[in-house]
């Protein structure tokens, strides 16, 4: 009886240890001459539980001991051995390091390398990761950031230890701080970032759904908007509303809404200026968490009364900006990502930073005297071109002399330019070609081409054309005639010269011989 009822709990206790594990799966590529029993042998803690891998795989035999082709199996993870799960570094971004648990050498990182249980990856400066877990959660790593995975958890876990993570269920762990994002079932997932400053202290922001930080026994509960501050070996702060979102949708300088900054920007060929006026010491008011989102979860500190009432938001002065600009909407290549503070006037000089002619997106947020950082406004496309447009004219050509009343004009630029010519607007078909006339003076006449492109570029030209009356037309048409003639009649007695000379020549030859 105590056989069967063990059996029975053991049966019970791996129902309930695969059913929680099935949604999280991690890939394992099978080495020749892999059979499935092999595969279970090496990975599994338990090798018997091998048919749990037919329910998430297509196989060509259910046998175990047949040899598998090239392929890729998933299997829940909770079935494999710790030091097996896997994490993978999907992207880099310059300089990244890591180092495994069982060395002490940092080494250069690669796209699509596996990271295991307690590994240690960093971004140098400019530097930035995404690291994978088996689940597909994505962690993103600042540069000049350190952490040490956990991949093994049932849960993704990793050790902050320096710079900023972006994470959605990952927890995370600073010196003294637990950052616990609340899964919500049917709920948005969790979107928040953690940074550990220099002096230690650990900084929260949440831009979707709510996480829990814990510190010194104190829990507060941070929700969408909100960020908290804790420092070193003290208990978290209340929540405190992040930087606004910058508006850029408009047209002029305009003040953003809920603060008394104003911004705009402009993009041109050559440079980027970001107007950005706040005054002084100005701060900027806002709600506190709890009535910004009264259905939201109390934090710890606000289920004491007096906490309560103290917990409207402190004072917040926005005195930085994060300005970024890549080569796509999702900037995944920057080729710009700078913090600094904000100035009336902020120029990006493209010059200065060697870029190429292309389509670019630029965004920016702003930052707190705290280091809170808002979310970025949307992408915003600009296109650096400093190449002058194509002008190229078929007629009249340079010095050509006309007696007709008009003269027709023809050549072709580039689609979307404007042409001038001596000042008048001509039009320019799809294909680039225009067409036009002028009625030219008597005598010499100037023709002034302008063309410009959208982004200000201009090629400019400049030819020569003579009116002339038909009479005088004719008339030195006559005289070079003449002048044509005269010079093939001289030609012609210049031939016959010669002819006869030789023949002469050739008797007095034949006479002296």
Request: positive net charge; proline residues 5%.
């Amino acid at each position: 009886m105590k056989n069967i009822i063990k059996a029975l709990s053991i049966i019970l206790i791996c129902g309930f240890f695969l059913k929680a594990g099935a949604d999280v799966l991690q890939e394992i590529v099978v080495k020749e001459g892999d059979t499935l029993w092999s595969v279970a042998n090496y990975y599994l803690k338990n090798p018997q539980l091998w048919p749990e891998i037919l329910k998430y795989n297509k196989l060509p035999s259910s046998d175990p001991n047949v040899i598998l082709p090239g392929m890729k199996l998933r299997v829940p993870i909770l079935l494999i051995k710790e030091n097996l799960r896997t994490a993978r570094l999907i992207y880099l971004l310059n300089e990244v390091k890591f180092r495994r648990r069982t060395e002490a050498d940092w080494k250069n990182a690669w796209e699509q390398m596996e990271l295991y249980n307690e590994d240690g990856l960093r971004t140098l400066q400019l530097s930035k990761a995404k690291v994978k877990f088996s689940s597909g959660e994505i962690l993103q790593l600042d540069e000049n950031s350190l952490i040490i995975l956990r991949p093994e958890q049932s849960r993704e876990e990793i050790d902050l230890l320096s710079g900023g993570v972006r994470a959605s269920k990952t927890r995370v762990l600073t010196s003294d701080t637990a950052v616990d994002p609340k899964i919500v079932p049917r709920g948005p997932a969790p979107d928040f970032k953690t940074k550990v400053k220099e002096d230690k202290t650990t900084l929260v922001e949440v831009y979707e759904g709510a996480v829990d930080v814990k510190a010194q026994g104190r829990t507060v509960t941070v929700t969408k908007g909100f960020g908290t501050e804790v420092k070193f070996s003290q208990p978290p702060s209340l929540p405190r509303a992040l930087p606004p979102m910058p508006d850029m949708n408009l047209s002029a300088t305009s003040e953003i809404p809920g603060t008394n900054i104003k911004a705009s920007a402009r993009a041109t060929a050559t440079s980027l200026e970001l107007n950005i006026k706040t005054p002084a010491g100005t701060t900027q008011a806002g709600p506190s968490q709890d009535s910004a989102d009264p259905g939201s979860a109390k934090n710890g500190a606000s289920k004491n009364g007096e906490e309560k009432n103290s917990a409207k938001m402190i004072s917040q002065i926005i005195n930085k900006y994060h300005l970024q600009i890549a080569t796509s909407s999702a900037f995944t290549s920057m080729v710009l990502d700078e913090i600094d503070k904000i100035q009336d006037r902020v120029n990006v000089d493209f010059q200065k930073y060697k870029l190429s002619d292309g389509i670019y997106f630029y965004r920016f947020a702003y930052v707190d005297e705290l280091g809170f950082e808002g979310q970025f406004c949307s992408p915003i496309q600009f296109v650096i071109d400093t190449t002058p447009p194509l002008l190229e004219i078929y007629a009249p050509q340079d010095n050509d002399e006309v007696d007709t009343e008009f003269v027709n004009i023809e050549g072709k630029s580039e689609p979307w330019v404007k042409l001038k010519i001596n000042e008048k607007n001509v039009d320019i078909d799809d294909n680039g070609k225009f067409i036009s006339a002028l009625i030219p003076r008597g005598g010499i006449n100037l023709l002034t081409f302008i063309a410009q492109d959208r982004s200000g570029n201009i090629t400019k030209k400049e030819l020569t054309i003579t009116k002339v009356k038909v009479a005088a037309k004719n008339r030195k048409a006559q005289i070079t005639t003449t002048k044509a003639k005269e010079k093939g009649q001289s030609l012609v007695s210049i031939a016959l010269g010669t002819l006869t000379a030789a023949v002469i020549a050739g008797v007095l030859i034949f006479i002296i011989k």
